[in-house]
Structures are given as structure tokens and as C-alpha cells.
């Protein structure tokens, strides 16, 4: 990672060497933590934060699960996030708020800690590398399944959520593919370890429903209201493994992942006939983040003071 100028921390823009933390910090041995991931793109008008404002509810939602009060309104955080950017040399760069149990008791209850915020921003590229935007990665079926509601809230982006994330992750690398699927514990597809996935059958367009116990992605989102305007037949469905491996097309969404194709998945290999629904959908999301698709606009934050 190339070091950027700031990071925002309680408040203050402070010196990327100096954004410093205890080893004691509560956050760290508990999983305690509550994080988003933003992007920032470059467009005709300067860079802009995509989707910021539900980026944010995102964050506010996952920390009042975790009954961690934060300190800071919606707004506030939203102004830090774009001064931060705005502070920081990168004309396109990924943003990253944590909310996290602070240093100073070392109990299991984190009620008794302070809560600090602190917002990085660094420069992150296509997060499954090239392929997943020109001839597609390389998936796999987890043996890890996907953490369930009943275990963890599901829908807060919290740090203890990732350690099933990372176990699924290396099983793949390992493995010699580029990523994972994670199935539910009713055996559903539920998503990637860090992306919602989408797959395409008989031109119908589907994904799992929040109820499958995935993230609630906001590039799932975008994908969804793109469907809406293209005219794509869309449906929320639970998918086996096999309706998957039988898929004429199948991509991830995410913040850090875009929309990564999928050409394989344990060695059967999808959209063989090519991708049109996936290349129409990565055209438009890279047209709407980049501020060239107007009706999208909305979307956009500009960082300009
Ligand atoms: N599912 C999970 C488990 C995720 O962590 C993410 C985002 C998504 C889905 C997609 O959500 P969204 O479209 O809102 O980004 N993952 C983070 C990201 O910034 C972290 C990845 C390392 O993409």
C-alpha cells in the first residue's frame, strides 16, 4: 500500500504515520469494529465518492446493531469522508471508516469502552486483479459455510464477520482459484467473502435475497436498479450450486470488487456462449461511477471545496 498524506481519526486529520493504535485496543482482540468501504472516482467534474450517504447509513446501521455510539452524525461522517479525499492526494482512491471499542478495559463487555472512528483512504485497484474485468476469475465452492443470523447480525459490517471471509478466501487461494462462494447454512448460494454475487439464466438476471443471510450490497443495489432501467428480467431467488455451476453468466458486486465476471467455478466453465447481461451491466456501472451516465448522477459526491 502507498501511504497517502492524512487519515481522519476522532476528529482530526492527523498524519498517515501518525494514525497509531494500542495493542491493547478492545476492537482488536474482540472483533469489536464496524467498517464500510467507499469509493472515490475520477469523472469530467473532478473526484466524486459514489453512493456515499448509503455508504454511511451502512456504517450508522452496523454500529447500532453493536450498540456502539459513535459521536458523530450521518452528515458529519459524510464531510470527514470527503474531506479526507479532498486532503489526500489520490484522484481515485477506496475509503475506509471503522468505528471500533478503543483502548482502556480489556473485559468482554464493550459497553464499558470508548468508541474512536477513524476514516483511511488509499488507492486500490480492480480487488480480484485484471481478469475480473476482462475474461473472468476463477471460483470455488467454500467448505466454509456462511455465517448465519442466528450467530451474528449478518447485516452489520463488522471486523468478527471477516475472520469466516478470510477462512473461505485462503481455502480458495489455496485451492488455486481466485475467489470463494460461500453457501448458506440451508445450502443456498449466499455470496463471495467481500461480494454479493449475481448469475444469469435464460436472460432472467437473479441474486439471493437478503434473507439468505449475505450483506445487503450497495453494487448489488446499483446492479438492481440498472436491471430496472435496461430492461433486464430480475429476480431475487435462492440458487443450489448446481443452478449456479449451469448459470449462462455469473459476476460479483462489490465496493472493492466492481463487477468481476466469473469464468469458472470448480472446473465448470460459465458463460461460454459469452457474457452480453454482465458486459452491459460492468459498462454502465464504469460509465455511472465515472460520472458519465446522467441519469445516475445523483449518486455522486463531488470532493471539490
Ligand atoms: N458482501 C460482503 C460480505 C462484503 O464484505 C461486501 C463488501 C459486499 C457483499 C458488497 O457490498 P458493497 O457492494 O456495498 O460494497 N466488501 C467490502 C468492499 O469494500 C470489503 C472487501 C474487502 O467491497
Not at 32 to 56: C, K, N, Q, W, Y
Not at 61 to 67: D, E, G, L
Amino acid at each position: 500500500m502507498e501511504a497517502q498524506k492524512k487519515i481522519w481519526m476522532d476528529g482530526k486529520l492527523v498524519d498517515w504515520d501518525d494514525a497509531k493504535i494500542h495493542v491493547l485496543t478492545h476492537g482488536l482482540h474482540y472483533g469489536m469494529a464496524v467498517f464500510e468501504g467507499i469509493r472515490a472516482f475520477s469523472t469530467p467534474e473532478g473526484t466524486a465518492i459514489f453512493r456515499l450517504d448509503e455508504h454511511i447509513e451502512r456504517f450508522l446501521n452496523s454500529a447500532m446493531i453493536y450498540r456502539m455510539d459513535l459521536g458523530y452524525s450521518g452528515k458529519e461522517l459524510a464531510d470527514a469522508c470527503v474531506e479526507l479525499v479532498r486532503n489526500n492526494p489520490a484522484k481515485e482512491c477506496y475509503i475506509r471508516p471503522i468505528a471500533y471499542t478503543s483502548y482502556g478495559e480489556m473485559g468482554l463487555n464493550p459497553l464499558k469502552s470508548k468508541i474512536s472512528v477513524a476514516i483511511a483512504s488509499w488507492v486500490w485497484g480492480a480487488y480480484l486483479g485484471a481478469d475480473s474485468t476482462g475474461r473472468g476469475v476463477r471460483a470455488t465452492i467454500s467448505s466454509w459455510v456462511r455465517i448465519d443470523s442466528r450467530t451474528m447480525p449478518v447485516q452489520a459490517k463488522c471486523a468478527a464477520n471477516y475472520a469466516n471471509s478470510a477462512l473461505a478466501k485462503m481455502e480458495a487461494l489455496s485451492g488455486g482459484y481466485d475467489e470463494a462462494i460461500l453457501l448458506n447454512p440451508q445450502g443456498m448460494v449466499a455470496e463471495g467473502p467481500g461480494e454479493n454475487i449475481f448469475r444469469v439464466k435464460d436472460k432472467v438476471l437473479s441474486t439471493p435475497p437478503a434473507s439468505s443471510g449475505i450483506l445487503r450490497g450497495i453494487t448489488r443495489d446499483t446492479v438492481i436498479q440498472f436491471a430496472r432501467d435496461l430492461r433486464i428480467m430480475f429476480r431475487r431467488n435462492d440458487a443450489t450450486k448446481e443452478e449456479l455451476y449451469t448459470s449462462d453468466e455469473v459476476f460479483f458486486s462489490g465496493t472493492a470488487a466492481g463487477i468481476a465476471k466469473v469464468r469458472e467455478i470448480d472446473g465448470r466453465r460459465i458463460g461460454y456462449n459469452g457474457t452480453p447481461i454482465t458486459d452491459k451491466i460492468a459498462k454502465l456501472y464504469d460509465q455511472t461511477v465515472h460520472g458519465k451516465a446522467k441519469r445516475y448522477s445523483k449518486w455522486l459526491t463531488p470532493v471539490k471545496p
